[in-house]
């Protein structure tokens, strides 16, 4: 059974000699805080600051925190597998967990809406994750969309607060309120989330990537005072806030969702993103 984890583990299994955590130019309070906690535990720290970076590591074993358009283009030269829920994750799971309709399909199917949804891209952000008043509302060109973009379509729901829970091998390690209602509030991890997600998992996590952040959170119904717990979306940890988590335990959590494709676990190749640059 899941539980939450009381103490982080090293380099998620593996000799922090000679390993090398890479963060791309744009710098955020969790790319500072991660490369802090690696440094801590004897990691090189690198900057993607130019073609030459990569040239420099090669051939060692490498970690990426960063976003997925220079992750495609690193991922095949430093033998990176870069670990990612499938596209129809959340379309799929049972409607106990999500409390709404939920749809994958493509943007050209998405035009055709009539009524309000809440429309994103399964894992990147090439279109602004939204609720659309209808499909005429959706982008319809730009860079990394066209017609066969796929798309995740749901019902409109409010959630009182979200939060990222960061998990491996099943386990919550940590996690963070990072929302109330749409607004941006970093607080501790609560009970009620961690119980929420160790639930799912025990359900549903044979269906995720061995390390994966979870976003999950009571919906709002004004007809119902009663909680009701749900998910969010599941994100890539590799490029993911960690808000008020323990930034060991999330570097944890990413060592193992983007390391050395050597290492990758075999129940993981399903969860491989493409190194294509797209």
């Known amino acids: ?22 963060t791309s130019a744009q710098r955020t309070s969790t790319t500072t805080l991660l490369a802090e906690a690696a440094a801590r535990r004897g990691l090189t ?3 993607l600051d130019g073609p030459g970076a990569v040239g420099r590591l090669a051939g060692r074993p490498v970690h990426w925190y960063g976003g997925p358009l220079a992750a495609a283009r690193i991922a095949a030269p430093l033998g990176l597998a870069l670990l990612e829920p499938e596209d129809d994750w959340l379309a799929r799971l049972p409607e106990e967990f999500t409390r709404r309709r939920i749809e994958l399909t493509t943007l050209a199917e998405a035009w055709t809406l009539r009524n309000p949804a809440f429309v994103k891209p399964p894992a990147d952000k090439s279109i602004p ?3 659309y008043p209808d499909g005429s509302r959706l982008p319809r060109a730009g860079e990394r969309i066209g017609p066969d973009t796929p798309v995740l379509v749901s019902e409109p729901v409010t959630f009182a607060a979200e939060y990222r829970l960061f998990v491996r091998d099943g386990e919550v390690l940590t996690g963070s309120r990072y929302a109330r209602f749409g607004r941006l509030d970093p607080a501790p991890l609560t009970d009620g989330a961690a119980a929420f997600a160790r639930r799912l998992l025990d ?6 990537p061995s390390a994966v952040a979870l976003d999950v ?3 709002a119904d004004p007809y119902d005072p009663a909680e009701h717990w749900a998910v969010v979306e599941a994100n890539l940890p590799w490029f993911a806030h960690c808000y008020a988590a323990d930034p060991e335990r999330v570097l944890d959590v990413v060592l193992r969702a983007a390391g050395p494709a ?5 129940a993981d190749r399903r969860f491989v993103r493409p190194p294509t640059d797209g």
Not at 262 to 266: G, I, K
């Open 1 to 22: 059974m899941p539980r939450t984890a009381t103490a982080p583990s090293g380099t998620a299994g593996t000799d922090a000699v000679g390993r090398v955590l890479l």
């Open 45 to 47: 720290t690198a900057v």
């Open 129 to 131: 994750p939204a609720v």
């Open 203 to 208: 359900v549903v996590g044979d269906t995720l």
């Open 217 to 219: 959170g009571p919906v």
């Open 262 to 266: 050597a290492e990758l676990a075999e």
